[in-house]
């Protein structure tokens, strides 16, 4: 693994590390939803809250089944790294963290959501803003609206794609 692979891998992993522990739990995944939710205006009862919560359960379900190679119920950086990259693992437990993510930041439900939602979603979700706002821009139509679709897809190779060509670099810098 090249150290600039090793450096997005630690940063994804800090972001999901919500409280800074050095270890993930359900907790962070729970807090990461609260989060965006109350960043969005969304209240717990919201139905694209709960969507939200229902697969970030799923996304720490999944990772604890495969990561947590202790059993002590947390997932360290090293155990996060031993199945990251996995394209079965994130069709089968992150893609639909990665539509809600997308859902929720659509208010309007027409698949494309506005500059200042995608904003908001990433900046609740940890991203620096003008690493947010530089990805926006890669993925911005001339109005400056994002397809949800490609979202989705962006989000599927920021979680895979370790190409120096990702414009989730941008993200990070």
């Known amino acids: 693994m090249t150290d600039a692979i ?12 919500v ?4 270890r993930l739990r359900h907790d962070d995944f729970t807090a990461a939803a609260d989060r965006v939710a109350a960043r969005l205006g969304l209240t717990a009862d919201d139905p694209k809250t709960r969507t939200l919560h229902q697969a970030m359960n799923r996304f720490w379900a999944g990772l604890r089944e495969h990561a947590d190679a202790d059993g002590d119920g947390t997932v360290t950086l090293a155990e996060y790294a031993a199945v990251a990259g996995d394209p079965a693992g994130f069709d089968a ?6 539509r809600a993510m997308v ?9 494309v959501i506005g500059r200042q939602e995608f904003l908001d979603g990433l900046n609740a979700l940890g ?3 003008d690493g947010a706002a530089l990805l926006h821009e890669s993925l911005a139509e001339p109005d400056g609206s994002v397809p949800a679709e490609a979202w989705v897809r ?3 190779a920021y979680y895979l794609d370790p190409a120096d060509a990702s414009p989730n670099l941008l993200l990070h810098g």
Do not use: M
């Open 6 to 17: 090793a450096q997005r891998l630690r940063a994804r992993f800090e972001l999901l590390d």
């Open 103 to 111: 859902g929720v930041c659509d208010r309007d439900n027409d698949g």
């Open 19 to 22: 409280d800074g522990d050095g």
């Open 93 to 98: 437990h992150v893609a639909d963290y990665a």
């Open 127 to 129: 991203f620096a803003p």
């Open 154 to 156: 962006s989000i599927r």
